[in-house]
């Protein structure tokens, strides 16, 4: 372990304010059939746990969810030690985490449809449980990216596919009862973004982007050369990026797209699910290059670049929860700092392994 000191963090240049505003809700499209339990009871497999924050307290806990062959690991920054490990049952697991209330839900796919789940972050205690009859989880190839949390108004949502179609499901924060239907018959929809009472889905390939809003408002776009990641600000503002490193924004309130040519005019090439929000205000941006190394560049005057080698990109992307960026190479779960470019490997998580989400706690 490479020994660090206190971080500060660095302000990068594209920033928007982060806040929502109070919104109308869109007209109920149609509800799903599910059956509910609750649980009060840990079912994951709980990991001994020695406690080294007081050796280590110059940066504030996180834990790292990382999607490996024997379910869902919760890393925890200060120690790297697996505090707990979440069962999982079969196909494209989803995760996605609720720092507000210190929640981390996860979408797996039983034999009898789809199951939405949440957890407490600290213990790994499971609070709730749903299940969509019917429905299968869509696949990303990631951990992440078919499951979303709006952050601004506690509601959660997922992509399902449905009678060879895929529609979103909105449920519940708490209780995970499905609300409505928000979106709907869509061939393709392989990325959900949420916040501020904006929803967007993404087709990757054809770059076209499904925008909801709580104003009614909303419509398609298209980007060129496709999508090959996209995130969004608490405040609602979505950015999302070719893999030429093309960029488009669609700010709050925004009717048009608007092209953002910074990566570009740095030559810098996006990876697959390359753009994090980096504490709520700012996006950092995965990219390869020509280096031996992970390492961490700005851009000046522009935005925080981490730069992986070509042979050797992560699996699912990467997650920035300050001072940190998180990703998984070759079956290992690591983080780098964004300010002073020190890289740890946190655990072996296994052949296969990719990111699902990181949590403030």
């Not at 039983?110 to 407490?120: I, K, Q, S, T, V």
């Not at 054809?206 to 909801?212: F, I, K, M, R, T």
């Amino acid at each position: 372990m490479i020994a660090r000191g206190a971080s500060v963090l660095v302000a990068v240049a594209i920033a928007v304010s982060c806040g929502g505003t109070g919104r109308n809700s869109l007209p109920n499209v149609a509800n799903s059939t599910a059956n509910a339990t609750t649980a009060a009871n840990a079912s994951p497999t709980a990991t001994p746990l020695i406690d080294v924050y007081g050796m280590m307290g110059a940066f504030p806990p996180a834990t790292f969810f990382v999607v490996g062959q024997d379910g869902v690991k919760a890393i925890a920054l200060l120690n790297h030690v697996v505090k707990y490990t979440i069962p999982v049952a079969g196909g494209d697991v989803q995760v996605a985490t609720a720092n507000e209330v210190g929640r981390v839900y996860v979408l797996d796919q039983p034999a009898d449809g789809a199951r939405l789940r949440w957890f407490d972050v600290a213990a790994g205690s499971e609070r709730a449980t749903r299940s969509v009859a019917g429905a299968t989880v869509v696949k990303t190839g990631a951990g992440h990216g078919g499951l979303a949390v709006d952050r601004t108004t506690g509601s959660v949502f997922a992509l399902l596919r449905q009678n060879d179609l895929i529609h979103v499901e909105e449920f519940d924060s708490l209780t995970l009862r499905p609300v409505r239907r928000l979106l709907g018959d869509f061939v393709c929809g392989e990325r959900i973004v949420a916040a501020a009472g904006r929803v967007v889905v993404a087709c990757l390939n054809d770059g076209g982007l499904v925008v909801s809003e709580r104003s009614g408002r909303g419509g398609k776009f298209l980007v060129k050369g496709g999508v090959v990641a996209l995130a969004m600000l608490p405040d609602g503002t979505l950015m999302a990026g070719a893999a030429d490193g093309r960029l488009v924004r669609l700010s709050p309130d925004a009717t048009e797209l608007e092209e953002v040519n910074t990566l570009r005019e740095y030559g810098a090439r996006l990876i697959r699910d390359g753009i994090a929000v980096n504490a709520g205000c700012c996006f950092v941006y995965g990219i390869v290059d020509r280096v031996p190394k992970v390492d961490v560049r700005v851009i000046a005057g522009g935005p925080t670049l981490v730069a992986f080698p070509e042979a050797t990109p992560p699996s699912g992307g990467l997650f920035v929860q300050a001072p940190f960026a998180y990703y998984v190479i070759g079956g290992q779960a690591r983080h780098i700092d964004i300010n002073q470019g020190f890289v740890e490997v946190m655990a072996d998580v296994g052949a296969g392994a990719v990111p699902g989400a990181v949590a403030d706690r």
